[in-house]
């Protein structure tokens, strides 16, 4: 859907149409040459899904990251041993 694209590259910060190459085409670089072929339906899904499943793990270390240094900055100004996730 060009609406959803549209939403996601604005907040991924890249171009609409670099994601919707991404998500639906396959780029096979040979010795001499470059070829540009399209997934098949089921193939497209898989790849929409693979990238929500690294997004969704990016985010995830990035809020264990964001309370781990919460709960270390509390930990030095109390001065006893803290929490970490």
């Given at each position: 859907?060009?609406?959803?694209?549209?939403i996601i590259s604005e907040l991924?910060?890249?171009?609409?149409?670099?994601?919707?190459?991404?998500?639906?085409?396959?780029?096979?670089?040979?010795?001499?040459?470059?070829v540009i072929t399209r997934y098949?339906?089921?193939?497209?899904?898989?790849?929409?899904?693979?990238?929500?499943?690294?997004?969704?793990n990016a985010l995830f270390h990035?809020?264990?990251?964001?309370?781990?240094?919460?709960?270390?900055?509390?930990?030095?100004?109390?001065?006893?041993?803290?929490?970490?996730?």
């Open positions: 859907n060009e609406g959803h694209i549209s991924l910060n890249i171009k609409a149409q670099q994601l919707h190459q991404a998500l639906t085409m396959r780029r096979t670089i040979l010795k001499n040459e470059t098949t339906v089921p193939e497209a899904i898989n790849t929409r899904d693979a990238m929500a499943k690294c997004l969704y990035w809020i264990v990251l964001k309370m781990n240094q919460a709960l270390i900055r509390k930990e030095s100004t109390i001065g006893k041993k803290g929490y970490y996730i």
